[in-house]
């Protein structure tokens, strides 16, 4: 993509509530989107970043829409990724959620035995958003422990995507990372041992 491009962004986790007070999610930072957003806002792209629940300071110059659930994020994607030009997904969607949230608190102990939370599984937001992506860049994100590279070639066509970044669950909470850059044409980039602007700058470039 030549030209300044709108890129929507999704960084951080998903908040699935059991009640009021009590929910599922996972021990995603956002750190990788949210450098992704200020990599692509400080080469003077348009960045619509959608971010879950975390500590992160908005990047300069970047609009910025925050969610809890995976649903609420679909549904923000769903309305920016319309009109943008490609779409990093980056966010550590929770897999399930709840059947239902409760209107009061969960009194557990009062039903005894061992209690349970019934969960059903949430849509995959890449796929669903990316089944009708057209010429627009959609990157996906991918975190394996083992057969890494095989398992997110598979994820890359399974999710309509472009690109895929494979990360190493060192990835987790810290700065600095090694991920491989996939495309369909069987490519590959490996970056050893960066801190994740690096990764956010390489990504941004390669998408330019
Ligand atoms: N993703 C998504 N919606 C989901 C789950 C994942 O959009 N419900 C996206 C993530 O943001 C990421 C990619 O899909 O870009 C990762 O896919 P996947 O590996 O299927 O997610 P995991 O749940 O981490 O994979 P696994 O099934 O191996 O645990």
């Known amino acids: 993509m030549a030209e300044p491009f709108h890129l929507v962004v999704t960084a951080g986790p998903t908040r699935e509530h059991i009640d009021p007070v009590r929910y599922l999610s996972n021990e995603s930072s956002g750190r990788m989107g949210f450098a992704i957003a200020r990599a692509a806002a400080r080469r003077g792209h348009r960045v619509t970043l959608i971010a879950g629940p975390v500590e992160q300071r908005t990047p300069k110059?970047?609009?910025?829409?925050?969610?809890?659930?995976?649903?609420?994020?679909?549904?923000?994607?769903?309305?920016?990724?319309?009109?943008?030009?490609?779409l990093v997904m980056a966010?550590?969607?929770?897999?399930?959620?709840?059947?239902?949230?409760?209107?009061?608190?969960?009194?557990?102990?009062?039903?005894?035995?061992?209690?349970?939370?019934?969960?059903v599984e949430n849509p995959d937001l890449l796929r669903t958003v990316a089944r009708r992506k057209g010429g627009r860049f959609v990157v996906a994100f991918a975190l394996e422990t083992e057969d890494g590279?095989?398992?997110?070639a598979a994820k890359l066509v399974a999710k309509n995507a472009d690109l895929i970044v494979l990360n190493g669950p060192s990835a987790l909470g810290?700065?600095?990372?090694?991920?491989?850059?996939?495309?369909?044409?069987?490519?590959?980039?490996?970056?050893?041992?960066?801190?994740?602007?690096?990764?956010?700058?390489?990504?941004?470039?390669?998408?330019?």
């Not at 991920?179 to 801190?195: A, C, I, K, P």
Request: proline share 2%.
């Open 61 to 86: 110059g970047v609009e910025r829409i925050d969610v809890l659930s995976a649903r609420d994020m679909l549904a923000a994607m769903k309305e920016h990724f319309q009109e943008a030009d490609a």
């Open 91 to 119: 966010a550590a969607v929770a897999d399930y959620r709840p059947r239902r949230k409760l209107r009061s608190k969960w009194k557990a102990k009062e039903q005894g035995g061992s209690p349970s939370i019934e969960l």
């Open 149 to 152: 590279l095989r398992r997110a």
């Open 174 to 208: 810290s700065d600095r990372t090694t991920v491989t850059f996939l495309d369909r044409e069987g490519n590959q980039l490996e970056l050893q041992d960066r801190s994740k602007d690096e990764v956010a700058r390489a990504l941004v470039r390669l998408m330019e």
